[in-house]
């Protein structure tokens, strides 16, 4: 009785065995090989496979002869025919039977097979093309605070904001950042400044950008300084870890002075602007050059690095870096270079 069972258990897992392989839809290479599996999909002369011995694969157009599916499956040829039906393998090729007729064709003029109730290609790479062009707006604010009381009385705050809009091929940036320092009753620090920045590619790597900036520095005695840019942006790096532009162009430079004085000429915008995202941190970089068409011994050259450091909590992150304005005439008693260092804590939010 029990060896009756056990043969009867054991004919059920056979034959469902058999009925699975049967189902399985099949590949027949050019070299007599046989591939057994189910056809996810085929386009640009690759076939997809899943297969439960080497999950899925991905096998050359051209080094299969002939393929048959289980189920209806949609086809398309060069011809400019689509079909929904099952395929058979034919000797020249492959036959596709559907409700409304039948097609035969040669495997290699297949341009495209999806399932029933997929995507086609034309389709699944719009929806794709549409998600990378939908803009996404990101925040970010940074907060800094120091003082100290006893020997010096010291106190100091730096406060910025931005806001980014941004899709696979344009971006939008607004910024604005404040700081301000006393010590021992002297004002150290007073700066307010404010930017916007938009850059657009027209083919993967090539593109152009315009950006424009207003800044105010009591202790550099300049009342304003606004500066207008627009010009070619190249792409010399884009992967998932790291981005490297390089920015040349035209600007337009205005300086006036709590003398009275003032400085204003067209001039040439050089730039690189680098990003390397880390396992857990992030460093960014930003260098640029604007000499003065007027006179070319008038510049300014701009250095800022930081590096982004998460805190345990997700939308927080610890920014520390170094930034340099070097500016090549500046007003009587203020130093040619400006160096500060920051440690601040930085908010970003979608």
Known sequence: MKNT??????????????????????????????VMGRLVSAEGGKFKVETGFAGTIEIAQDKIRSFTTDEAVNVALQAGTTMLGKVTATDAGIAVAGPDGSAA???????????????????????????????????????????RTGVSET???????KATLESARDKLVFAAAAEH???????????????????????????????????????????????????????????????????????????????DASFGSGGMDVALLHAYTFAHAKLVNTLTYTPA??????YRVHHESSFELPLAASLWKLKLGVANDYTSKPQPGVERLDTTYFTSLLLNWH
């Open 155 to 161: 106190f100091g705050t730096n406060v910025g904001f």
């Open 293 to 298: 068409f007027k006179d070319f011994a008038n």
């Open 5 to 34: 069972a056990f043969r009867n258990l054991l004919c059920l897992l056979m034959a469902l065995m058999g009925a699975a392989a049967v189902r399985a839809d099949r590949i027949e290479l050019t070299d007599g090989s046989i």
């Open 181 to 259: 320092a006393r010590d021992n009753g002297v004002e150290t620090a007073n700066r307010e400044f404010g930017s916007a920045d938009y850059s657009s590619f027209y083919s993967p790597d090539n593109g152009w950008y315009a950006r424009t900036s207003l800044e105010k520095d009591t202790i550099k005695a300049l009342d304003l300084r606004s500066t207008t840019a627009f010009g070619f942006d190249r792409r010399l790096i884009k992967n998932a870890k790291q981005d490297l532009n390089f920015r040349v162009g035209l600007s337009y430079r205005y300086e006036a002075y709590a003398d």
């Open 105 to 147: 064709a040669p495997t290699g003029r297949v341009t495209a097979v999806w399932r029933a109730g997929a995507d086609s290609p034309e389709v699944h790479a719009a929806k794709e093309l549409a998600a990378k062009l939908r803009r996404k707006w990101s925040f970010e604010a940074t907060f800094a605070l120091t003082g």
